[in-house]
């Protein structure tokens, strides 16, 4: 089974900065399609933003301009870098590749309050 470990996440105050990291077993992450989701209580998970292998991205309106995400496929790890972040981005965070593998990891929490 195909295992996500997502970390970095935290409290910041509006306007504050996060990076998060997602390490992943996928065997194939060199050419695979990966992708950040968020999910917020009470609400479903949404797609973030996504990344290809050569490293082009594509946001979410809500968060472009403000996330970017890049990677490292020698460490098969793919990163979130969040600036200007706002209340509204407080969620759950996780990664999986596109298509959504079966599994998902434990997410990392970011909440965003003053």
């Known amino acids: 089974q195909v295992q996500f470990v997502e970390s970095g996440g935290g409290t910041v105050q509006p306007g504050g900065s996060l990076r998060l990291s997602c390490t992943t077993s996928?065997?194939?992450?060199?050419?695979?399609?990966m992708a950040w989701f968020r999910q917020a209580p009470g609400k479903e998970r949404d797609l973030v933003g996504s990344?290809?292998?050569?490293?082009?991205?594509a946001y979410a309106d809500s968060v472009k301009g403000r996330f970017t995400i890049s990677r490292d496929n020698a460490k098969s790890t793919v990163y979130l870098e969040m600036n200007s972040l706002k209340a509204e981005d407080t969620a759950v965070y996780y990664c999986?590749?596109?298509?959504?593998?079966?599994?998902w990891g434990q997410g990392t929490q970011v909440t965003v309050s003053s």
């Open positions: 999986n590749s596109l298509p959504v593998q079966g599994s």
């Open positions: 990344i290809l292998s050569d490293g082009t991205a």
């Open positions: 996928l065997s194939f992450f060199n050419v695979a399609f």
